[in-house]
C-alpha cells in the first residue's frame, strides 16, 4: 500500500508557475506510474498528466501541454509537477495518484489508480 502526500499549492497571478510536489510512502515507489488530476469546484475530477514508472513516457491533457512537466525522482520517492504560465482555469484542487498495474493508454482514467492523496489547492487570479 502507497500513501501520498501532495504539497507545493497555493496562490498565484495569472501567468505564474508553481510546483506541486507528491511524496509516497509505504511501498517501492518506482513500481508504480504517477498521475496528477484536478477537481475545479463543481466540475468532475480530470486528468492533468502521468508518468510511467522509469519516467520514461509521459501524458498530458491538452489543455496543459506546453505549459506542464511531470516528472519524478525515485530515489526520493516524489513526483512532481511544473506548472507555468498558469491561467484562472487552472484553479482546482490538485490530486497525485499512483498505479502499480496501469497500461500507457489508460493514463487519463482515473479508475485505473489504486491510491490517492489528500489533494492541495491551487489558486490563479487574474
Known amino acids: 500500500q502507497v500513501r501520498l502526500v501532495e504539497s507545493g499549492g497555493g496562490l498565484v497571478q495569472a501567468g505564474g508557475s508553481l510546483r506541486l510536489a507528491c511524496a509516497a510512502s509505504?511501498?517501492?515507489?518506482?513500481?508504480?506510474?504517477m498521475g496528477w488530476f484536478r477537481q475545479a469546484p463543481g466540475k468532475e475530477r480530470e486528468f492533468v498528466a502521468a508518468i510511467s514508472w522509469s519516467g520514461g513516457t509521459t501524458y498530458y491533457a491538452d489543455s496543459v501541454k506546453g505549459r506542464f512537466t511531470i516528472s519524478r525522482d525515485n530515489a526520493k520517492d516524489t513526483v512532481y509537477l511544473q506548472m507555468n504560465s498558469l491561467k484562472p482555469e487552472d484553479t482546482a484542487v490538485y490530486y497525485c495518484?499512483?498505479?502499480?498495474?496501469?497500461?500507457?493508454?489508460?493514463?487519463?482514467?482515473?479508475?485505473?489508480?489504486?491510491?490517492w492523496g489528500q489533494g492541495t489547492q491551487v489558486t490563479v487570479s487574474s
Open positions: 495518484a499512483g498505479s502499480r498495474h496501469i497500461s500507457s493508454w489508460a493514463y487519463p482514467r482515473r479508475s485505473e489508480y489504486d491510491y
Open positions: 509505504g511501498d517501492t515507489f518506482s513500481r508504480y506510474a
